[in-house]
């Protein structure tokens, strides 16, 4: 959010915005005057989002269904982009930060986050990991659309780059995930991710106890005394300017 430094007035949009966290951030910002526009390709998200948004009291924000590969916003109406963790899922990134382009006005600012390296982030490569060791599911491909496609950061750069962004800047940011328990945290892996659930749910039941105590070994040194877990992440944060 710093990175697009919203002001009052400010009309920011924020794609693949899920139920709105993150861009509810710049409401309180960008009043009076501005407007939010929190989108997602997924109806269901945008009625979480809506909830949420009523909860909170926030009223200076628009609802839409947007695919970030084809924005229907009118050239140069923004002052900031903002994208979670959406950008590297995207079949065409280069085509939805174009896009991006497209619609902020001269100066205005995108800011994206993207996961780094799998191996900075074993809460939630360690499945993978040990479902190829065993030969369960393929070596995922880091080039094709996953959570992990932008662990490049050149290949950030070379995309923004490529889409007319100048002023680009690229930082890395640590995260510690924390839960009660290794439990807790497999539980809300198998939510999170409907192929890590589909692919353990194709295990035998003797495969999927192997399982659990490989990654029970693998995540042994961040779990404490008491049993609870910290697990580290790490992510890009980039901003640019059109």
Known sequence: MDAIAPQPGHCVL??????????????????PGGTLISSDVVEEMLEQARARA???????????????????????????????????????????LAETRRVLRPGGRVALAAW????????????????????AVQQP???????????????????????????????????????PSLDDWWDTQLDLST???????????????????AMDARLARYVADDGSAALPGRTHVTAASA
């Open 195 to 213: 192929s890590l659930a589909l692919a353990v749910g194709a295990l035998t039941p003797a495969q999927r106890d192997d399982l659990r105590d």
């Open 141 to 179: 491909d880091l080039d094709e659309p996953n959570m992990f496609a932008f662990h490049d950061p050149q290949r950030i750069r070379d995309l923004l780059e490529g889409a007319g962004f100048s002023e680009i800047a690229i930082e890395q940011i640590p995260i510690v995930f924390r839960y």
């Open 14 to 31: 924020e794609l693949a915005a899920g139920p709105g966290d993150t861009g509810f951030l710049a409401a309180e910002l960008i009043a």
């Open 54 to 96: 009523d909860e909170l009291g926030i009223s200076n924000v628009e609802f839409r269904t947007i695919d970030a590969e084809w924005i229907d916003l009118p050239i140069a109406s923004l002052d900031g982009v903002i994208a979670r963790w959406g950008y590297m899922l995207l079949a065409d990134p280069a085509a939805a």
């Open 116 to 135: 780094t390296h799998p191996e900075d982030n074993p809460w939630a490569s360690a499945p993978t990991a040990e479902l190829v060791a065993i030969g």
